[in-house]
């Protein structure tokens, strides 16, 4: 735990883009230590369902997230999910559920609202503390983090229909680093 307090302690800023080269916004990335786990900490995240939208669209989040998912709108809301990653149903409901769903194994979940078949969001879960979302410029930033190898894990929404497992690559990281990610159409 020491090395991920230290001032000089590594980073990594990614810039994401699609194959035209054009900024890519809501791409899930999470940083995997190759030896041994990087001791995810159990975390509370949000996703507000507001507009009969889900906010954020993309979540990442560590292997133990607690999300909570209050629902804004005057209209009620049925949050599922049928995914292997995590599998749960917040029936009809307005304002808060009693609960946070917790998200408790690794792999992309993708949401749905059972009454508005608009409403999509979803969630990368990683055994990784080191995880994020690429914002409206495709950038994001990890760290501080020790030096080392890592699996890059990474999804997109592009992909949906396509695969909703992550893509990895092997990466180094020493110092502040910097990573060019292109994701295509098709994994």
């Not at 080269?21 to 975390?43: F, I, Y």
């Not at 998200?103 to 990784?128: E, Q, R, S, W």
Request: hydrophobic residues 45%; negative net charge; contains cysteine.
């Amino acid at each position: 735990m020491a090395a991920l307090l230290r001032a000089d302690a590594a980073s990594l800023s990614i810039a994401v883009s699609d194959e035209a080269g054009a900024a890519l916004e809501h791409a899930a990335v999470a940083l995997v230590p190759v030896a041994g786990k990087g001791s995810p900490q159990p975390v509370r995240a949000e996703i507000v369902q507001r507009d009969k939208r889900f906010i954020p669209r993309v979540s990442a989040v560590p292997v133990g997230a607690a999300i909570e998912f209050p629902n804004l709108d005057t209209v009620r809301h049925h949050v599922y999910s049928f995914s292997p990653a995590k599998s749960f149903e917040l029936k009809l409901y307005i304002g808060k559920p009693a609960a946070p769903v917790v998200f408790d194994k690794p792999g992309v979940v993708v949401m749905g609202c059972n009454i508005h078949d608009h409403m999509v969001a979803y969630v990368l879960v990683a055994d990784t503390p080191w995880v994020g979302v690429s914002d409206g410029a495709g950038a994001l930033r990890l760290g501080p983090l020790p030096d080392g190898d890592y699996t890059l894990e990474y999804w997109h929404p592009r992909w949906v229909g396509v695969s909703v497992e992550p893509q990895r690559q092997t990466l180094r990281v020493e110092g502040e680093a910097r990573h060019v990610l292109t994701i295509g159409e098709r994994p």
